[in-house]
């Protein structure tokens, strides 16, 4: 224990800075507690540190500002073993030796597996500071099969799940790319979106621009968003958007169903600034989908949980069953790809026999509104014509019938059914129901995989995997069917992996579709 009186030791101790995000503390709620960490400044910095210690908080771990009894993990940067020893033999705590002095590779692991993770060898102070010049966090170089090379420009050919490790700058992105959607700036949104996109798919957290270096569409507009989130935790740029008036009422006016951005132009024009004002002017004539909007806005913000998709799924099955046996009624969208929410809930519906799927829409729906299940429906025919197949555009909509509804998700009581509850519910004061968002897709049965494949999403997802249709493999791809330019032909498929290996690609699985 010589180390502990190195006397060529500058004195190292200094009062740690009260970091600007201090406040988070109490923001995020803390998952793991048995580990108590604390950060050290020295050779790293205030702002890195601040931003690493925001980092570690988001995501659940508890990290002092000021090292006290309490702390069980000292993480250090460019430190040794022997000057952090020394650091600590200044700051009086009641026993050193339990701490763990580790590198910040372990705390950078930790933030990319989500939880505290085992401390190994490689994760320990190195004993003397000039033996450890090596890369103090994992970048994509240090990762199997992450390297930035074969990180592809396609999201079809990476795998991305929910697990999102670097939410701190997708959201940041998702903001500005809105912002500039919301303009019409349609170039630099689907840059925003695509960057968002790519760091979604990373295993690892981004902790310095290095990390970035060699991705795909990564540029200096973005390189810049990324520099200041790592230095301060924000971005001067998203600050500026989100104080933004224009954005603010946008971003309000859009979250009214059947309300999109030529509306909010308009409303925003008028100077219109709230949905209340709105609401109240008898001059403005809305739509009707607009009124439901505005009827069930408080139940329609609010997202629909898994439990509640399943229970929608159930009631559209058995209404459909009842008329064809044999349909499949299939979850798609987010549920899909394993989301736990999402803002509607997307049901296909197709049936083997030839032709049968035709009629079953309406049917159900003179059903529905016998049982009282209906808040809202528009139903939109199909207008599939074979000659027009397949679509150029890459955001294409499809042709297929479909109804974009609201319905009545009923609060059910034991022993009740649908139908009871909903003649009581018309006596009651308050409602006994939840408004919830339905889109319903029938596709004809040799269509199905191409809809589900279209359908899962994610819409960036769906994006890339027709971009690298056309650029890659000179086939056109849309909800209905894949054109081979070269041959000349259409290809059926059955089921969405003899999609995948008709355009060449891994099949990747739908939760590894949330790019
Ligand atoms: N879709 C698409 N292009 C569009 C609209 C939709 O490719 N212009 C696809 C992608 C997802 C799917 O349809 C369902 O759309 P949403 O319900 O809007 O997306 P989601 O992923 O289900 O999102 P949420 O969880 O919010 O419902
Ligand atoms: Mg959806």
Request: one cysteine or more; charged letters at 30%.
């Amino acid at each position: 224990m010589a180390l502990f009186g190195h006397s060529c030791l500058v004195p190292l101790r200094k009062k740690p800075k009260v970091a600007q995000y201090s406040h988070s503390l109490s923001k995020h709620e803390i998952k793991f507690n048995e580990v108590v960490l604390f950060i050290m400044e020295r050779k790293m910095g205030t702002s890195r540190r601040a931003f690493l210690m925001d980092l570690g908080r988001r995501k659940g771990f508890r990290i002092e500002d000021e090292l006290r009894d309490s702390v069980t993990h000292i993480v250090a940067e460019n430190n040794s073993c022997s000057e952090v020893l020394a650091w600590l033999q200044a700051e009086k705590l009641r026993d050193i030796s339990r701490l763990h002095l580790l590198d910040i590779s372990w705390f950078t692991d930790c933030m990319g597996a989500g939880k505290p993770i085992q401390i190994e060898n490689k994760h320990l102070l190195a004993l003397r500071g000039d033996r450890n010049p090596t890369r103090p966090h994992p970048s994509p170089a240090d990762l199997p099969d992450e390297s930035a090379a074969k990180i592809s420009q396609y999201a079809c050919k990476r795998r991305t799940t929910l697990q999102n490790c670097n939410s701190l700058f997708t959201d940041a992105f998702e903001i500005l790319a809105e912002n500039y959607e919301f303009n019409a700036n349609k170039g630099p949104c689907l840059a925003f979106r695509r960057a968002a996109s790519v760091l979604k798919s990373l295993q690892f957290t981004i902790t310095s621009i290095t990390d970035v270096q060699g991705l795909p569409w990564i540029g200096d507009e973005i390189e810049d968003v990324i520099e200041s989130i790592i230095e301060d935790g924000e971005s001067p740029k998203v600050v500026g958007v989100l104080n933004d008036e224009k954005y603010k009422s946008f971003k309000l006016f859009t979250s009214v169903f059947g309300v999109g951005l030529k509306t909010s132009e308009k409303w925003f024009k008028m100077g219109f600034r709230t949905l209340e004002y709105i609401k109240e002017d008898s001059a403005l004539t809305l739509t009707k989908m607009q009124k439901a909007g505005f009827l069930y806005y408080d139940d329609l913000i609010t997202p629909v949980s898994k439990a509640e998709a399943e229970a929608i799924s159930l009631a559209v099955k058995d209404t459909v069953w009842a008329f064809l046996p044999d349909a499949l009624v299939t979850l798609t969208g987010g549920f899909r790809r394993d989301k736990q929410t999402g803002h509607d809930v997307d049901l296909l519906i197709t049936c083997p026999r030839p032709g049968k799927e035709k009629e079953v829409l309406h049917k159900a729906i003179d059903q529905w509104k016998k049982q009282d299940l209906l808040a809202y429906y528009n139903v939109i025919e199909s207008t599939f014509d074979e000659t027009k197949l397949p679509s150029k555009r890459v955001d294409a909509l499809d042709h297929f019938q479909k109804c974009f509804a609201i319905f009545k998700l009923y609060k059910q009581r034991p022993g009740t059914n649908i139908s009871d509850e909903a003649q009581q519910s018309d006596k009651m004061e308050t409602r006994n129901w939840k408004a919830i968002r339905v889109d319903l897709v029938i596709t004809p049965f040799a269509q199905y995989a191409y809809a589900l494949l279209g359908w899962t999403g994610s819409r960036q997802f769906e994006r890339d995997l027709r971009r690298y249709a056309t650029h890659e493999r000179r086939m056109m791809l849309d909800n209905h069917i894949l054109y081979d330019k070269t041959k000349r032909i259409f290809l059926k498929a059955t089921s969405e992996q003899e999609i995948f290996a008709h355009l060449g690609l891994k099949y990747i699985e739908p939760w590894e579709r949330n790019a």
